[in-house]
């Protein structure tokens, strides 16, 4: 059974930082994506990062809302993905989720993975 687990969500103050983890398991996901999407109360989800999962390469994406600020990364061995976030401007309040999906893409409808989600508040 496939299992997506976030974790490093809470309250954090403007201009703060956080690191959120997304710990896969069940199966390979060897040549997979990886996503972190996030999704705002009354709004759309949209896709914020995503890294991929080959052996020997590694390519990511990152919105242009979050470039300079956010960073994602992988650990292979342990089929976790993080997304590192700084300088939390109160608009990046949201649940975050991580997904897994065979390609890259920003139509959440292509991933078949999803974890339940992290909230992150950025307040003062």
């Known amino acids: 059974q496939v299992q997506l687990v976030e974790s490093g969500g809470g309250l954090v103050q403007p201009g703060g930082s956080l690191r959120l983890s997304c710990a896969a398991s069940?199966?390979?996901?060897?040549?997979?994506?990886m996503a972190w999407f996030r999704q705002a109360p009354g709004k759309e989800r949209e896709l914020v990062a995503s890294?991929?999962?080959?052996?020997?390469?590694?390519?990511?994406y990152l919105a242009d809302f979050v470039k300079g600020r956010f960073t994602i990364s992988r650990d292979n061995a342990k089929n976790t993905a993080f997304l590192q976030m700084s300088t939390l401007k109160p608009e990046d309040t949201a649940v975050y989720l991580c997904?897994?999906?065979?390609?890259?893409?920003?139509?959440?409808?292509?991933?078949?993975?999803w974890g339940q989600g992290t909230q992150v508040t950025v307040s003062s």
């Open positions: 890294v991929d999962w080959h052996i020997g390469s590694i390519s990511t």
């Open positions: 069940g199966r390979s996901f060897s040549g997979y994506w």
């Open positions: 997904a897994v999906g065979p390609y890259h893409s920003t139509d959440p409808g292509d991933y078949n993975y």
